[in-house]
């Protein structure tokens, strides 16, 4: 019989890299007493970002918030902006702290990501950019979007924070728009226990983006412009380097468990999957998000994200509520029906992935979800043989 695990499985756990290396590292700031400020750990680490992504335009910070509130206040961006309603509530808060105005449109079906029709529709003369999210670190539908900026002067920001180690055509993804925030929260596959990056097209905006994180500070006696403090420390970069190390072998045990998760869930009713991605895009198995029809599976995707908690599993709602339902978004005008994004926010759950995650576990988690399932469809109008129904429930309970 099953039994709950013993142990929490949560949704993701944080890569560690073996403490003795970190170990190490931490006894070369003890020695430099550098802390922060543009440290020598901080530079080493924006040098190895620089040459996996095949740039020079990054910039570091303390986390993916304050880096894309920086990105769009050193662009200058203001009036209306086409964003998704689909996505972590820091997406909207950054247009928010720069009093821009967000215009919800509704996301593709698949994927999850922005619908670029939707985008095309809802442009206003006051419309100055697009803020797309790579959710789960699905790439947009880049080509299109990059084609309805340019068409419209409209600048093409990336919220990229799910999309580190994605490549599309051989490409890092940050190399698609006119700028990308990636997050290195400790929840993402690749982290620097908290920290962000921005990756643009346009140099200039280095020495910029750098006034901005560090008060506006340009020597000990000039301040050129109110910036703010978003600088990440040594200790954030010494996480990062570390775990830089390890990214790939991270991407191919996540990819093994969501092999499994696949072809196990392909087998339950009412659980769907996002298609398999297009062959020139590699992926990095940041989530794993799956839909639940209620009318299919038997149960509502709430019901089973409590059933779970009861094995001892904390699946996510990963994106649930959409961020025009928040209290603080309500009174915003949405663009059209936002359908996809309401029906997709009302059966996503994020189930649990991270490298240290067994496959057996994996498998596990499989088979209460199916026996979750199968116990459902013994509703009291269903057939069933002599005796089968208690058998059935002897094995979920
Ligand atoms: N844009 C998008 C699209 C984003 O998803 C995010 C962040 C941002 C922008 C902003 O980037 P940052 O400013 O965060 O760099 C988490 C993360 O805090 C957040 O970074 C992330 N997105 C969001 C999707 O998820 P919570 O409140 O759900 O995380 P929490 O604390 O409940 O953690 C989830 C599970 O992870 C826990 O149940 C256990 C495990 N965990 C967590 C932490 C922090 C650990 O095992 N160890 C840990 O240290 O927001």
Wanted: aromatic share 10%; hydrophobic share 40%; charged share 25%.
């Amino acid at each position: 019989m099953m039994k709950p695990f013993e142990k929490p499985i949560y949704v993701t756990r944080p890569f560690l890299p073996p403490l003795e290396e970190f170990c190490k590292g931490l006894e070369e700031i003890w020695e430099s007493r550098w802390l922060t400020n543009d440290g020598p750990i901080l530079r080493r680490f924006t040098h190895e970002l620089c040459n996996i992504l095949e740039t020079e335009n990054t910039c570091l910070f303390n986390n993916g918030t304050l880096a894309l509130q920086i990105a769009l206040q050193g662009m200058g961006i203001s009036g209306e902006v086409i964003t998704t309603p689909y996505t972590f509530v820091a997406t909207t808060h950054s247009l928010f702290w720069n009093k821009i105005r967000p215009v919800f449109v509704d996301i593709e079906p698949e994927y999850y990501t922005i619908d670029p029709e939707k985008v095309e529709a809802a442009i206003t003369p006051w419309t100055t950019a697009i803020l797309a999210v790579h959710v789960y670190g699905h790439p947009c539908k880049l080509n299109t979007l990059a084609d309805i900026a340019r068409r419209h002067n409209l600048r093409l920001i990336y919220d990229a924070a799910h999309a580190f180690g994605v490549k599309v055509g051989g490409r890092p993804i940050a190399h698609f728009g006119d700028l990308s925030m990636f997050s290195f929260h400790s929840t993402k596959l690749f982290h620097s226990i908290e920290g962000g990056m921005l990756v643009f097209r346009e140099t200039g905006l280095k020495g910029l983006f750098d006034y901005l994180k560090n008060f506006g500070f340009k020597n000990e006696v000039e301040v050129v412009m109110p910036g703010t403090n978003a600088k990440m420390n040594e200790m954030q970069a010494l996480m990062g380097l570390h775990v830089l190390k390890y990214l790939d072998g991270t991407i191919q045990k996540r990819a093994k468990i969501t092999a499994v998760y696949r072809s196990r869930l392909k087998e339950v009713p009412g659980i769907h999957l996002a298609p398999p991605l297009s062959p020139d895009i590699r992926y990095n198995y940041a989530y794993l998000p799956i839909e639940v029809d209620e009318q299919e599976f038997g149960m509502s995707r709430d019901t089973l994200y409590e059933k779970l908690k009861e094995w001892n599993v904390y699946a996510r709602r990963y994106f649930y509520p959409l961020i025009c339902d928040f209290a603080c978004y309500r009174s915003i005008s949405v663009n059209g029906s936002l359908s996809v994004a309401r029906r997709v926010a009302d059966r996503i759950l994020t189930l649990p992935i991270y490298d240290t995650l067994e496959l057996s576990d994996v498998e596990t988690i499989c088979d209460i979800i199916s026996s979750l399932q199968e116990r459902r469809e013994l509703r009291p109008d269903a057939t069933v043989r002599a005796g089968e129904r208690e058998i059935i429930q002897a094995i979920a309970v």
